[in-house]
């Protein structure tokens, strides 16, 4: 069984800064692509930031140059750097990791429950 775990949301002023976590635990083989996504109120989940595991990044056209996300492989860790939050940018904020729980299977894409940031104006 593998887990994601979310933290470090909250709220927080229009222009200020929050550091997501997500760590993954359990039965990993190995993982390549990270990442954050994130769903506002009545929205479609959209792509925030993904990195791989030789730290290719892509980030979400409203997050560039604002957000940053980060990886350390032998924590089996991803984090989102939110600087200049907008109050546009609240939303709840799900990681996901594609990961194989061992060499006979097929990498599946994990998600974590989610954690909440809202930005007040």
């Known amino acids: 069984q593998v887990q994601l775990v979310e933290s470090g949301g909250g709220l927080v002023q229009a222009g200020g800064s929050l550091r997501l976590s997500c760590a993954a635990s359990?039965?990993?083989?190995?993982?390549?692509?990270m990442g954050w996504y994130r769903q506002a109120p009545g929205k479609q989940r959209e792509l925030v930031a993904t990195?791989?595991?030789?730290?290719?990044?892509n980030y979400g056209d409203s997050v560039k140059g604002r957000f940053t996300i980060s990886r350390d492989n032998a924590k089996n860790t991803v984090y989102l750097q939110m600087n200049g939050l907008k109050p546009e940018d609240t939303a709840v904020y799900y990681c996901?990791?594609?990961?194989?729980?061992?060499?006979?299977?097929?990498?599946?894409?994990?998600w974590g429950q989610g954690t909440q940031v809202t930005v007040s104006s």
């Open positions: 359990g039965s990993i083989f190995s993982f390549n692509v």
């Open positions: 996901t990791s594609t990961i194989r729980t061992s060499s006979l299977r097929a990498p599946n894409d994990y």
């Open positions: 990195i791989t595991r030789d730290n290719r990044t």
